[in-house]
């Protein structure tokens, strides 16, 4: 069964830092770009935004224009995993942070993987 599973998230303050990792299980990552993607409180599925996205072989990166300078996206494909480090994390950073997959990384960029993770919640608040 092919899973994707996000962890790191939870309550920090402004100005703090999080590091968010997103995992596979039945699959392996090395094959296929892997993008980060966030829903705000009281938005919608459909309303998921992009932050960032990195090719199979980590040698292509993508950032919305919004989180370039504060997010680092990387990847350990000997450990399967793929990481968001986040920094200087404002209130307006708060949502529900998902992972995806899939084997084009522009269309993973672009909001069409293949799969999606359950997510992880970053609360910014003082």
């Known amino acids: 069964q092919v899973r994707l599973v996000e962890s790191g998230g939870g309550l920090v303050q402004p100005g703090d830092s999080l590091r968010l990792s997103c995992s596979a299980s039945g699959f392996t990552l090395d094959a296929y770009a892997i993008g980060w993607f966030r829903q705000a409180p009281g938005k919608e599925r459909e309303e998921r935004e992009g932050v960032s996205c990195i090719s199979s072989g980590g040698e292509q990166k993508y950032y919305v224009d919004s989180m370039k300078g504060r997010f680092t996206i990387s990847r350990d494909n000997a450990k399967n995993t793929v990481y968001l480090q986040m920094n200087s994390l404002k209130p307006e950073d708060t949502a529900i942070y998902f992972c995806?997959?899939?084997?084009?990384?522009?269309?993973?960029?672009?909001?069409?993987?293949?799969?999606w993770g359950q997510g992880t919640q970053v609360t910014v608040s003082s």
């Open positions: 995806a997959a899939g084997p084009n990384f522009w269309r993973v960029a672009s909001g069409s993987p293949d799969y």
